[in-house]
């Protein structure tokens, strides 16, 4: 392809952006396609010939669209939203036209520069306490900071990295030799509840520590007592403890666990406390939610996810860290061919020691292109419509009578289900047993899959404390009030299906 057919398809792929997007309401939201579709529609092999825009184009219609499930459709309420929007697809874009790399600032010092600017202006948009800011209020730069990872996943596990470098430091500061503190690494534990999301655990496994998992309160909370208790008998047991996790906002109900009780115990056992906001980060760019994070401004690492619910196209996810020695002394490793600036030292961060890979795209482009596009009240608005449409639904489906509420409704998330007086010709409501307690849940899988086979609307189930659940994440871009009416319809007109019918 050369330069002017370039100019030529370009043009052409922005209308089909375009298409798609006005189009989105028109389709079902999940693919329906079986596993191994695409293998029997496409080559085995590479084109021998370069083939042409057109034809790889019309494939894009007729073999890739049948397999894609809309996230971007306002009839998706799955899991949680995965937000694009057209600023950040601009800015995507001009990511694409540099396609530079990133790991040290000289790779392109812009590259660098804009991430630690704009991670700033994130950070203070949502009400970070100024110890993770980069820049001080005087413009000299602090040992905080943030860095933009592609998933709260990887922002984790470079948390747990950067705990253990600190644990290490301080097992040496109390007289173990260096030797002694690296070997008593197979003692370390981290800590997460029974809802904090997999990428916890997932972390101990890569970094090799053990996890302890700490059993939520009837909130769904990671509380005080229990994280004390834990630490305790791990302690007698001759472990080390060395990370917590904290979420702001879990995957399965949105719980916000005791931030300020977790601060309180990682500051008394000298442990690193992270937070992971990877969802519900975003709604602190509306200060009437800041209350709810308190204890998260004496956390060591922050995180949230951008491309959640913030505008921002995948990959983007922010981490913050209060102190960046920690980090940077685990992660640094120096080559000759890895050159670092000499001299003034000011704004040059080489952001290869704040992640796990060398290099990384030219991501602060998207996040800048959507925090002026929007500006701070646009964000506002963005994330307080979500909430009062999340509201708005709770407040439909208990007035039906029929469902009930099974986690509080506090952002875009809401956890329902199809309550036991409601299923017909049973008792199960009075009968307390196991079989009455299958029969509500079987109900409930029942509705998710009716609602997924139905494909007006997509969302999915949960389990949560033994229940099976429904969950319908507000959050999509471009979605309205109307894709919520056309959510509560449908959940309605299946519940009578569901509940009528002779399984239960
Ligand atoms: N943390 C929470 C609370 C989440 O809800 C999720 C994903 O939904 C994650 C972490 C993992 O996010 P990522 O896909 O960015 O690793």
């Known amino acids: 392809m050369d330069i002017s057919e370039f100019r030529k398809h370009g043009k052409e792929v922005i209308d089909v952006i375009a298409d798609y997007y006005e189009g989105l309401n028109q389709v079902p939201p999940m693919s329906t396609a079986k596993p191994g579709y695409l293998y029997k529609l496409i080559p085995h092999e590479a084109p021998r010939e370069p083939e042409s825009f057109e034809e790889i184009k019309s494939d894009i219609e007729t073999r890739i669209m049948p397999g894609i499930t809309h996230w971007q459709s306002g009839n998706f309420f799955g899991w949680y939203s995965s937000n694009s929007s057209f600023p950040a697809i601009l800015g995507e874009m001009y990511s694409s036209m540099f ?172 442990i690193w406390f992270h937070v992971d906001a990877a969802y519900a980060g975003s709604a602190l760019a509306c200060p009437e939610f800041h209350p709810l994070a308190i204890g998260s401004e004496r956390a060591d690492s922050f995180n949230i996810n951008p491309h959640k619910w913030m505008l921002t196209n995948f990959d983007c996810s922010v981490l913050w860290v209060a102190d960046s020695t920690h980090l940077v002394d685990a992660l640094r490793i120096d080559r000759e061919y890895l050159p670092r600036v000499k001299g003034e030292k000011s704004f040059v961060k080489d952001y290869r020691d704040w992640e796990l890979a060398l290099g990384s795209k030219f991501r602060a482009l998207k996040l800048w292109f959507v925090m002026r596009t929007y500006g701070v009240l646009g964000i506002q608005r963005h994330i307080r419509m979500h909430i009062s449409q999340a509201k708005w639904l709770e407040e439909q489906l208990l007035n039906d009578g029929r469902f009930e509420i099974m986690a509080p409704t506090v952002f875009g998330l809401v956890v329902f289900r199809i309550k036991p007086q409601a299923i017909v010709g049973s008792s199960v409501a009075l009968e307390e047993s196991e079989k009455s307690n299958d029969r509500v849940n079987s109900a409930n899988v029942e509705l998710v899959k009716r609602i997924q086979e139905d494909n007006r609307v997509f969302l999915v189930g949960t389990k949560v404390k033994g229940n099976d659940v429904v969950r319908a994440a507000i959050g999509t871009t471009y979605g309205t009030q109307e894709n919520v009416e056309r959510l509560v319809l449908v959940i309605k007109q299946l519940t009578t299906k569901v509940i009528g019918c002779a399984f239960i």
């Open 99 to 270: 396609s530079v790399v990133r790991f040290n600032w000289i790779c392109s010092p812009a590259a660098t520069e804009l991430e630690t600017v704009v991670v700033d202006w994130l950070g203070k948009l949502i009400g970070l306490n100024k110890r993770f800011l980069s820049i001080n209020k005087d413009g000299t730069e602090g040992v905080g900071g943030g860095v933009i990872h592609g998933s709260a996943s990887e922002a984790l596990v470079v948390s747990m990295i950067a705990a253990r470098r600190q644990m290490i430091a301080h097992l040496t500061s109390q007289g173990a030799s260096d030797e002694e503190a690296e070997s008593m690494q197979h003692r370390f534990v981290a800590y997460v509840s029974d809802q904090t999301h997999s990428a916890g655990q997932k972390g101990g496994q890569i970094i090799g520590c053990k996890t302890h998992v700490i059993s939520t309160d009837a909130n769904f909370r990671l509380t005080k007592d229990a994280l004390e208790t834990a630490i305790a008998d791990d302690r007698n047991a001759g472990l080390v403890p060395f990370f917590v996790c904290g979420t702001f906002g879990t995957t399965n109900t949105a719980a916000i666990d005791d931030l300020s009780g977790i601060a309180d115990v990682a500051e008394v056992e000298n």
